[in-house]
């Protein structure tokens, strides 16, 4: 994930340069306007540090590692540790090599005068836009530790509804996957041997027994490079899917397929109001609300 630098006024007219993680600058450009700054510049910027390029930017922070976190993170609130030294504890205890170099870089942040939200939001490739905007909320209200404890039940909420889907898809999944299997054996074995014994015999077969031997026989001659077709096509929609049109049209194409299309979009549905209503729980404006929840 790239790091800019960038010079922006903050909302309270502050001159302020920082550095930020984002997938593009345009990206990043729009989430700083969004919160209410006035972008004077964005520049391309090295790595924080080797670890950090090579190791955590690359890879989300697990829910478990970050439902933990938190846990650990409102207790230290709510027994009255200050910020710096609740991170502290949190890094001394370790855990997940990633995270923790990511929180150290948090932490110094923080402890360098920034603002806890502004520090996570850096990471904007790990931290989402909602939590970034649940620890603003927090700050403003001057209750963190209320604002930690709705988004913890909301991640397990979250968590508990993603079990219930992924439950849900295994049967249809195996049972897809079986037909699929059984289908590929009759085209490539099953008809392939029937048809051989009766061109032995000299029986004339029908037109379409005739034209069902003839395609099986053409995936068999040409299985290789069928094969080598499909690598492509799932590699190209993983790249696809890496940008916003493609990513947007695959989503599209998700909710059209049957039985998991439907189960696809309640399960959005179900988050997006549940992330809503967590929102403006948070004493976060309306229109901010829906912009951060429609991020989700």
Same mark, same amino acid.
């Given at each position: 994930?790239?790091?800019?630098?960038?010079?922006?006024?903050?909302?309270?007219?502050?001159?302020?340069?920082?550095?930020?993680?984002?997938?593009?600058?345009?990206?990043?450009?729009?989430?700083?306007?969004?919160?209410?700054?006035?972008?004077?510049?964005?520049?391309?910027?090295?790595?924080?540090?080797?670890?950090?390029?090579?190791?955590?930017?690359?890879?989300?922070?697990?829910?478990?590692?970050?439902?933990?976190?938190?846990?650990?993170? *409102?207790? /230290? %609130?709510?027994?009255?540790?200050? +910020?710096?030294?609740? !991170?502290?504890? =949190?890094?001394?205890?370790? @855990?997940?090599?990633?995270?923790?170099?990511?929180?150290?870089?948090?932490?110094?942040?923080?402890?360098?005068?920034?603002?806890?939200?502004?520090?996570?939001?850096?990471?904007?490739?790990?931290?989402?836009?909602?939590?970034?905007?649940?620890?603003?909320?927090?700050?403003?209200?001057?209750?963190?530790?209320?604002?930690?404890?709705?988004?913890?039940?909301?991640?397990?909420?979250?968590?508990?509804?993603?079990?219930?889907?992924?439950?849900?898809?295994?049967?249809?999944?195996?049972?897809?996957?079986?037909?699929?299997?059984?289908?590929?054996?009759?085209?490539?074995?099953?008809?392939?041997?029937?048809?051989?014994?009766?061109?032995?015999?000299?029986?004339?077969?029908?037109?379409?027994? *005739?034209? /069902? %031997?003839?395609?099986?026989?053409? +995936?068999?001659?040409? !299985?290789?490079? =069928?094969?080598?077709?499909? @690598?492509?096509?799932?590699?190209?929609?993983?790249?696809?899917?890496?940008?916003?049109?493609?990513?947007?049209?695959?989503?599209?194409?998700?909710?059209?397929?049957?039985?998991?299309?439907?189960?696809?979009?309640?399960?959005?549905?179900?988050?997006?109001?549940?992330?809503?209503?967590?929102?403006?729980?948070?004493?976060?404006?309306?229109?901010?609300?829906?912009?951060?929840?429609?991020?989700?």
């Amino acid at each position: 994930m790239p790091s800019y630098r960038c010079k922006m006024t903050t909302p309270e007219g502050k001159v302020v340069q920082r550095r930020f993680f984002a997938s593009s600058k345009a990206a990043l450009k729009e989430e700083l306007e969004r919160e209410g700054n006035f972008v004077l510049d964005i520049s391309r910027a090295e790595p924080v540090s080797e670890v950090l390029r090579f190791g955590a930017i690359k890879r989300p922070v697990k829910t478990k590692d970050f439902l933990t976190f938190n846990q650990e993170f *409102l207790v /230290l %609130v709510k027994a009255g540790l200050p +910020i710096v030294s609740a !991170l502290d504890a =949190i890094i001394e205890k370790g @855990g997940n090599a990633d995270f923790v170099e990511i929180l150290k870089e948090i932490r110094n942040d923080v402890a360098g005068g920034e603002a806890l939200s502004t520090a996570f939001s850096r990471f904007r490739h790990i931290f989402s836009g909602l939590y970034v905007a649940t620890l603003r909320a927090g700050e403003k209200s001057g209750n963190l530790a209320s604002a930690l404890s709705r988004h913890i039940q909301y991640l397990k909420k979250v968590e508990e509804i993603r079990k219930k889907v992924v439950t849900a898809s295994v049967y249809p999944v195996i049972l897809t996957m079986v037909s699929l299997f059984a289908l590929i054996f009759l085209l490539t074995y099953v008809v392939p041997t029937f048809a051989r014994t009766y061109f032995e015999a000299g029986t004339k077969l029908p037109a379409l027994t *005739l034209a /069902l %031997v003839h395609f099986t026989t053409g +995936i068999r001659e040409n !299985l290789v490079i =069928i094969m080598a077709g499909v @690598g492509l096509v799932i590699i190209g929609a993983f790249y696809l899917s890496r940008t916003e049109s493609g990513a947007l049209f695959l989503n599209k194409s998700k909710l059209k397929i049957p039985f998991f299309g439907q189960l696809y979009l309640h399960y959005y549905i179900s988050r997006f109001a549940r992330t809503l209503a967590m929102v403006l729980g948070g004493g976060i404006p309306l229109l901010e609300a829906v912009k951060t929840a429609t991020g989700t």
